[in-house]
């Protein structure tokens, strides 16, 4: 109403305040709960938030965590930063109406 603009935020930094959201949910809960992460590298985020992304939010979020990725977002850089907290891995391939699933040795 006074002419005061409102800053619009790109689609990375939109995704750079929700998962400051859910790292402070995590820090102020007193129990330690599972955590599900669709698409954490998406967005565009650039190099620095994805380092910092898995070097300060993913490897400290939770004991257990489901990160669900699309192929492009964790390349070998990034999943060698992860390796050591990693359990499994498995491939979704989908083909049209069936889909695939193959585990994926560490």
């Known amino acids: 109403q006074d002419g005061t603009l409102i800053p619009r935020f790109s689609a990375g ?3 750079i ?3 400051a959201w859910i790292w402070a949910l995590s820090q102020i809960s007193s129990r330690s709960i599972p955590f599900v992460i669709d698409t954490p590298m998406g967005s565009g985020l650039d190099e620095t938030h994805k380092e910092n992304l898995i070097d300060v939010f993913l490897k400290n979020l939770s004991k257990q965590t489901v990160v669900l990725s699309n192929d492009d977002e964790i390349d070998n ?4 930063k992860l390796q050591s907290l990693i359990s499994k891995t498995y ?8 889909s695939n699933i193959e585990r994926i040795k560490p």
Do not use: A, P, W
């Open 13 to 15: 930094e939109y995704h």
């Open 17 to 19: 305040i929700s998962v």
């Open 77 to 80: 850089k990034s999943y060698e």
């Open 91 to 98: 491939r979704l391939i989908n083909f049209g109406n069936s």
